[in-house]
Nanobody, 116 residues
Framework: QVQLVESGGGLVQPGGSLSLSCAAS????????MGWYRQAPGKQRELVAV???????NYADSVKGRFTISRDNAKNTVYLQMNSLKPEDTAVYYC??????????WGKGTLVTVSS
């Protein structure tokens, strides 16, 4: 089994910054992709950013240039640095990891609210 623990959500004003982290633990031999998704009220869950084991990244167009995804393979942790936040970034953010031989796992989510 694999456990994911997310942290870093909260309330921030428009234009502000917030950093999320997600640490994976358990029976992990190798982690392939790690990513962040979000789901706003009344909307479907969408990809925010993903990073491969080799460090290649992919971002949703809506966050390019504002968000940065990174990972620490030694700590099995993925980060999401969010800058220039907008009210439309308000959502529950979910961590997702693809673990070799076990499949993909989801975190419980952390709420990010961008409001003045």
């Amino acid at each position: 089994q694999v456990q994911l623990v997310e942290s870093g959500g909260g309330l921030v004003q428009p234009g502000g910054s917030l950093s999320l982290s997600c640490a994976a633990s358990g029976s992990i031999f190798s982690i392939y992709a790690m990513g962040w998704y979000r789901q706003a009220p009344g909307k479907q869950r969408e990809l925010v950013a993903v990073i491969s084991s080799g460090g290649s990244t992919n971002y949703a167009d809506s966050v390019k240039g504002r968000f940065t995804i990174s990972r620490d393979n030694a700590k099995n942790t993925v980060y999401l640095q969010m800058n220039s936040l907008k009210p439309e970034d308000t959502a529950v953010y979910y961590c997702n990891v693809l673990v070799g031989g076990l499949g993909d796992y989801w975190g419980k989510g952390t709420l990010v609210t961008v409001s003045s």
